[in-house]
T-cell receptor, first 115, second 111 residues
Framework: EPEVTQTPSHQVTQMGQEVILRCVPISNHLYFYWYRQILGQKVEFLVSFYNNEISEKSEIFDDQFSVERPDGSNFTLKIRSTKLEDSAMYFC?????????????FGPGTRLTVL | SQQGEEDPQALSIQEGENATMNCSYKTSINNLQWYRQNSGRGLVHLILIRSNEREKHSGRLRVTLDTSKKSSSLLITASRAADTASYFCAPRVNNFNKFYFGSGTKLNVKP
């Protein structure tokens, strides 16, 4: 069964450094998402992406964050200058063609630790 | 609020028993989806029920939806230790394509 993959599984970085989290959505999916989960807290929506542009973003997704689909398979989340509070699990998700109301399939996540 | 809220927050049962989790939401929905999350892992999609459906089955899972009460329930029959996880409902609000997740129900199935 097709699945969403994410790399790396764990990223450790120093405060102020830039990080790029990578995701390979399910091929032929057109809608892409990033969520995050701070340890012990809810899964929070960050951003959705369709047709090469952001379709929605939450208030968490400030100017430090950006997303990109640099080629036909990857979907990336960049944090420009990481803060301690960015430490969390970051989940990528994708959904299919029919409509934006289709099932979202989640990747296994990248654990980001900011020191 | 567009998120679902799960109830109870925690549920502990013996293997073989049934587990029932409830979800309430506040707005009109297009569909409602249930997800499972094992500790520290990604969310796994379990089942989707559309707003015009009242009940749906998938293996040991049974989901009901009552749009008049804005509630849904997930029943896991003959539970197994491997069912131990957190379970989340995700109401899909019309014309919005993001999910708002609640705090989930943490299910512990004791062997």
């Amino acid at each position: 069964e097709p699945e969403v993959t994410q790399t790396p599984s764990h990223q450790v970085t120093q405060m102020g450094q830039e990080v790029i989290l990578r995701c390979v959505p399910i091929s032929n999916h057109l809608y892409f998402y990033w969520y995050r989960q701070i340890l012990g807290q809810k899964v929070e929506f960050l951003v959705s992406f369709y047709n090469n542009e952001i379709s929605e973003k939450s208030e968490i997704f400030d100017d430090q964050f950006s997303v990109e689909r640099p080629d036909g398979s990857n979907f990336t989340l960049k944090i420009r200058s990481t803060k301690l509070e960015d430490s969390a699990m970051y989940f990528c998700a994708s959904s299919g063609q029919r409509s934006s109301t289709d099932t979202q399939y989640f990747g296994p996540g990248t654990r980001l630790t900011v020191l | 609020s567009q998120q679902g809220e799960e109830d109870p927050q925690a549920l502990s049962i013996q293997e073989g028993e049934n587990a029932t989790m409830n979800c309430s939401y506040k707005t009109s929905i297009n569909n409602l989806q249930w997800y499972r999350q094992n500790s520290g892992r990604g969310l796994v999609h379990l089942i989707l029920i559309r707003s015009n459906e009242r009940e749906k089955h998938s293996g040991r899972l049974r989901v009901t939806l009552d749009t008049s009460k804005k509630s849904s329930s997930l029943l896991i029959t003959a539970s197994r230790a491997a069912d131990t996880a957190s379970y989340f409902c995700a109401p899909r609000v019309n014309n919005f394509n993001k999910f708002y997740f609640g705090s989930g129900t943490k299910l512990n199935v004791k062997p």
